[in-house]
DNA sequence: CTGAAAGCGCTTACAG
DNA sequence: CTGAAAGCGCTTACAG
């Protein structure tokens, strides 16, 4: 069966030409239908296999999506992006697209070397998936290829984003807490590392506005250095009543943290995280956490990027998914 | 810059033909050092980018690998594949190749439905990773597209595996233990799940045998039910001194149960993993595992299937790589 | 309803 | 060292 059937083998069983054959099997008008069923069955039958690059030199349409990565957010431990590639390779399939996965290395982002499936034409758009530098996406964005970003915007207008809710989804949280009676609680994370980590701050921090809760400059924890790698959390002196973690890997390192202060969660200080990964169900207790909903972000994306080659006219801009709230234990009334 | 520059362009730009810049562009013989240089430096300024697709059509090759991973191997807490695809798709275009995930849903799977890439023609081989049906892989061996399995093997001997050294690494393992003084060593897996399981299991075996330790029934342990999904573990009613768990999850779910037991590791008794996954380190104590070495694993499948695309006489095998030991705290030494 | 012709952008084999 | 011709497999626009 290593077979290389074109449509032509098929026309000349049939003796008729292979323009017919190429109408029959895109459904496309101006065949009988009875020739069309005996056309389709015999390329069955035959082994027949469509030819993409042939329809790719026709059209200049590869038919594939490149999705973008860099490397330090595919670490061992953190697989959240490789999971949402995974949602994007799903969705894209059910378009008729493939999705090419392109791992940025530090070297590369830092030269400014775009992704050879870009030089090789192997890809119509680009997917990129969480933040790269200003440099890196100024490079990519003057290609003028199709370009959508996820997980990550900067205020570069013209551009396409798809993010999650962080805003909001951390404004329910905070409201959460705070319906629960907690007044004195603490964020953890550093607010200049990503725009997500700030949109979840400032969500944490309208939920206090609107409850007249003043915001402490103690109760913002630092989580990380610049370079975003995690460092020790210092709890405050007097501990809060509440702590809203910027994601659930660091409310479960906070947890750890606490209990061997001898703190218990949520006995004496509730917890709350973000995104509703491995952490949030590995921490003991579970966590209440706000859940990214990758699947719905994933095909947003892919949605913007597919109407971004068909038609040069799109407008562009943000589009937020709304996350989901998770309850779990790690969150006590204090009513 | 969103350009359609062809070789053509150069080409009449500098006033010589196509097959002329063809030959630049590819650093072919038959041009001069000079010319080649002005070509390339002229491409290079007009925003030239190669189209693959007509040198698919030319040669029949894409250049794209397709990636097959079912479904159940890429949850949300299992992320071993996901990573693995990752080396994969890294390799790959180290060859000048693509990578294109292909996710195999259960319906697909039981019903023999082969990738959409396949029917079009969009790769020129696939990497398999991990165990499926045997239906479904002979419905695959079938088409006679280069084949290469990873991570998992059967009895076909005409087909090319390329998997971790699970039976030697669990034997060094197995004696590292006995060389710490155990002998009461328990082994906990289901040994008809999986081929891997499987031949870790016998790697245990033959280190008791060569030390003339008997094989006890009530010292294999199992882990999970036909369909794969773990049970409860079951502790032996006399305690070994040892564990070999399968893999690292089940070891860390091992410790789980036993400290709910009151039984400490390493004090009260050892434990071991394998594959130096998450959980190796989220355990408490860190856990002695053996580090598959998924890197190595990818090169040499990305050679092999590399290997098959371009040449058809191939030798079929298995190729074994080698793990590597990774000690941590969860090993006791009771000599 | 059916098909001959042209063309997508490259490469290979051959001629000069 | 350089280039004209043919061909890879399809689709589109047009003619019948």
Aim: aromatic letters at 10%.
């Amino acid at each position: 069966m290593q077979n290389n059937i074109t449509m032509r083998d098929i026309a000349s069983k049939l003796g008729v030409s292979s323009v017919t054959v190429s109408k029959a099997l895109g459904d496309k008008e101006g065949v009988s239908e009875e020739l069309k069923q005996k056309i389709k069955e015999l390329a069955q039958e035959m082994g027949y296999r469509y030819n993409t690059a042939a329809r790719t030199m026709k059209e200049g349409f590869s038919y594939n999506i490149g999705v973008v990565i860099a490397d330090r957010y595919a670490s061992r431990t953190q697989s959240f992006y490789l999971q949402f590639y995974q949602f994007l390779a799903t969705t894209l399939e059910e378009e008729q697209y493939s999705g090419i996965l392109h791992m940025l290395s530090e070297e590369d982002e830092e030269q400014l070397v775009l992704p050879r499936i870009y030089h090789d034409r192997k890809v119509d758009g680009f997917i990129i998936l969480g933040q790269l530098s200003n440099a890196y996406i100024e490079a990519f964005a003057n290609t003028e290829i199709p370009l959508v970003f996820l997980d990550f915007y900067t205020d570069q207008t013209e551009l396409d984003y798809v993010i999650t809710d962080n805003f909001y989804g951390m404004y329910e949280m905070t409201n959460y807490l705070i319906s629960c009676g907690h007044r004195d609680i603490a964020f953890v994370g550093n607010v200049h590392s990503t725009s997500s980590i700030q949109d979840r701050f400032l969500g944490y921090y309208k939920s206090l506005l609107e409850h007249r809760i003043p915001l402490r400059e103690e109760y913002i924890m630092n989580d990380r250095d610049k370079k975003g790698k995690f460092i020790d959390i210092a709890i405050p002196d007097k501990l809060p009543t509440a702590f809203v973690c910027n994601c659930d890997q660091v409310a479960y390192m906070l947890i750890n943290t606490l209990r061997k202060q001898g703190i218990q969660v949520p006995e004496d200080c509730s917890v709350v995280g973000f995104d509703n990964d491995i952490y949030a169900t590995l921490a003991e207790p579970g966590l209440t956490t706000v859940e990214v909903d990758r699947k719905e972000m994933a095909k947003a994306a892919v949605n913007k990027i597919v109407n971004k080659i068909r038609s040069t006219a799109t407008s562009s801009g943000r589009v937020l998914v709304r996350g989901k709230m998770i309850y779990r234990q790690s969150v006590k009334s204090i009513l």
